[in-house]
């Protein structure tokens, strides 16, 4: 399901058209927007035997396979544990430098971009440098702050932002959702067609989104002792903070954009509860930061 970034879209089918295709891509933006959605689309449209017919087509065997991850000129890397590592970018190396059996382009997907951690940065900084035949690197950073700017200045960097509310809930209602189901999971999608997608496929997630929707008011109107509890009960969850603290950023930035309607909070103390919130979250991203700590912190705030 590809929503919106219609701009991003088109760039990337008039690079095909003119023949000026970068070597290395870079798409940065918030999480869940599609932005690797995007990068399987535009492969395909690279490799697509039938490129014509591709908006995105995805009737070729080609286009098929790597709809399926299986193609054999695509490599998709992600970290392991926090981590892209350089053995990692050594394993790529030495894939591409292996003999192609077609005359498409060789694909590697960089997923968190900025999880390489600087022996591997290194390592791929001179893959960029010594770009081999008809090969296209896309990396997806959330922070591309983190990458040395030695591998910023060798990428065409496209920024991706939020899908329209209308786009997102058009797509849910032709899955077959009501009017009233679809403008829910849009309004606790914010934007991001991958979370939307992710709420329909797994309802117990939006339950429980709209369950930490709730516990934030109740938070706001506890005191610090049962806030610290409940910094402790979601640090021993890691793969549930990230989801919560984006319901938090989502519930303060509400607060900001109304703070003269109905607001208890000054803009001030809305900014530094914002900007504590993305601290937390690029910490626990990024760092071995102590999780239980990271929330209570932001306990102090709120």
Same mark, same amino acid.
């Given at each position: 399901?590809?929503?919106? *970034? ?16 970068? *070597? ?118 959330? *922070? ?9 200045? &060798?990428?065409?960097? =496209? ?6 509310? *209308? ?85 303060? &930035? ?12 000054? =803009?001030? &103390?809305? &900014? ?31």
């Amino acid at each position: 399901m590809l929503i919106g *970034h219609r701009k991003q879209w088109r760039f990337l089918q008039g690079a095909i058209k003119r023949g000026r295709i970068p *070597h290395a891509l870079l798409f940065t933006g918030e999480s869940n927007l599609g932005k690797r959605t995007l990068a399987i689309e535009f492969i395909k449209l690279l490799n697509c035997q039938n490129p014509v017919n591709c908006q995105p087509c995805g009737t070729c065997e080609n286009c098929r396979a790597i709809a399926k991850n299986i193609y054999p000129e695509l490599t998709i890397i992600e970290p392991e544990e926090k981590e892209i590592r350089v053995a990692q970018i050594r394993k790529l190396r030495a894939r591409l430098n292996l003999r192609s059996f077609s005359d498409c382009f060789k694909a590697v997907i960089l997923d968190k971009a900025n999880s390489l951690n600087q022996e591997a940065q290194s390592a791929f900084l001179k893959l960029l440098e010594e770009p081999k035949g008809k090969t296209l690197f896309i990396l997806i950073a959330r *922070h591309p702050e983190m990458l040395f700017p030695t591998i910023l200045s &060798r990428v065409e960097i =496209l920024k991706f932002y939020p899908a329209p509310d *209308h786009e997102i809930k058009e797509e849910l209602k032709k899955k077959g959702l009501s009017e009233n189901q679809a403008q829910e999971i849009v309004s606790l999608s914010w934007g991001r067609p991958g979370r939307a997608v992710n709420f329909l496929q797994n309802p117990k997630e939006f339950e429980n989104a709209k369950q930490e929707l709730k516990e934030i008011v109740r938070l706001i109107n506890s005191d610090l002792s049962f806030r610290f509890q409940y910094a402790k009960k979601i640090s021993a969850q890691p793969k549930e903070i990230k989801n919560i603290l984006d319901i938090w950023l989502r519930y303060f &930035r509400n607060e900001l954009i109304e703070k003269s309607q109905a607001s208890s909070y000054s =803009l001030s &103390r809305l &900014r530094k509860i914002l900007e504590i919130i993305q601290k937390t979250q690029f910490l626990l991203s990024n760092t071995n930061v102590n999780p239980k700590l990271a929330i209570e912190m932001v306990m102090l705030e709120i």
